[in-house]
């Protein structure tokens, strides 16, 4: 399996693999405070729901070394300014703030603690290195759901690159096609960033698993004609209910895929879980800037000065979703009870055949 990491921490520094430069270029940039990994993250260096809060996590062990020479307050005011501006990065991957609350723990633990830095750093290791556990996980029990010789159907990219590794979607498909369960993979463009085209084509590619490529317009078709067994996404948010946020296009996909009888897959851990949201819509979309619609890399696509709107991510109805997959098990068609059920250990484990 080719080896994918959207982030490096070494010797206390940080490296993003800067993947708005991917396919083209593998370019690192290397981050030394919070505000950079914040800014890395608003400008999608970094993106993907589980690989943002793991940056984000790193991002806080950079400040408290930076800051540990001169600290003249205890360790969560002298933090605060560096939470808050990671917080503004981007509103709605929720493990961003999951991560974050993590770290609030720690600092108010060892509030007066000259082992504080390393604390975080250890902190951020394990968030890391959790998630990679996670997916992997995960990427079984949604593997099990697939029928040998599937046609899947994926959007965005939720491989290595947009986790700590392995995947949250992607690894259900790296790992159905270990299990020899695919027959091919369509996925899907993802404008306005191209994170298909850019990144999921990228990782399939390295992982030599067959897909093609389609513009997302192609979907509806493409799900009559190739017969789609099941449509698999990653998610930022998933509420109390179920209703998941993913990136735009996901509730579409989740529309046709039930017109044309094909099932629907969530795959995320955890973390990507916010209990505290009653439904889909009180979770904040994020807005992006118009220009993304408009050009694509510096390029005119509309005339100067032409309206646009750039929501980033959509919210797809927990009735649309027939399965939510985690690290401990799956969830078949989630309902708020399903869900808190998960949550208390009664998961609902797939057996070894598809179903
Ligand atoms: O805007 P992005 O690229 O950060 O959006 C990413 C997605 O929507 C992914 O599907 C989601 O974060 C899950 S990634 C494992």
């Not at 917080?87 to 082992?115: E, H, I, K, M, Y």
């Not at 998610?235 to 509730?251: F, Q």
């Not at 973390?271 to 408009?294: H, K, M, N, Q, Y």
Request: one cysteine or more; hydrophobic letters at 50%.
């Amino acid at each position: 399996m080719a080896v994918i990491e959207p982030l490096r921490w070494a010797d206390g520094r940080l490296a993003l693999l800067d993947q708005r430069a991917l396919p083209d270029q593998e370019i690192w940039l290397t981050c030394d405070s919070a505000a950079a990994v914040a800014e890395a993250i608003r400008a999608m260096v970094v993106r993907g729901a589980p690989a943002i809060g793991i940056a984000a996590a790193y991002g806080t062990a950079l400040e408290a070394r930076r800051l540990a020479p001169q600290r003249a307050a205890p360790w969560p005011e002298t933090m605060a300014p560096a939470l808050a501006q990671l917080a503004a990065s981007r509103p709605t991957a929720v493990n961003l703030f999951w991560a974050l609350d993590q770290v609030r723990a720690v600092l108010a633990a060892d509030a007066g603690s000259d082992q504080l830095p390393q604390r975080l750093e250890q902190l951020a290791q394990q968030i890391h290195a959790d998630d990679v556990a996670a997916n992997r996980r995960l990427g079984d029990f949604g593997a099990a759901l697939i029928e040998p010789g599937s046609v899947v159907y994926t959007h965005c990219n939720t491989g290595a690159l947009a986790t700590g590794g392995y995947g949250t979607a992607l690894g259900v498909i790296r790992s159905a096609w270990q299990q020899q369960r695919l027959a091919h993979v369509l996925a899907g463009e993802t404008r306005p960033w191209w994170q298909g085209a850019r990144l999921t084509a990228w990782e399939l590619m390295r992982e030599g698993i067959p897909f093609s490529l389609n513009v997302d317009a192609a979907a509806a078709h493409l799900m009559r004609e190739r017969k789609v067994a099941w449509v698999i996404v990653g998610a930022d948010r998933i509420a109390a209910n179920g209703d998941t946020a993913n990136k735009i296009g996901t509730y579409s996909l989740a529309v046709l895929a039930r017109h044309h009888g094909a099932r629907f897959m969530v795959a995320a851990p955890c973390s990507t879980f916010d209990l505290a949201v009653a439904s889909g819509t009180e979770i904040p979309i994020e807005e992006r800037p118009c220009d993304e619609v408009t050009a694509v890399r510096g390029i005119a696509m509309a005339p100067r000065d032409c309206g646009a709107v750039n929501p980033a991510f959509d919210v797809t109805p927990a009735g649309l979703i027939d399965a939510i997959v985690t690290e401990r098990g799956v969830i078949m068609n989630p309902t708020e009870a399903a869900i808190a059920a998960h949550f208390a250990g009664e998961a609902v484990v797939p057996k070894e055949t598809a179903i």
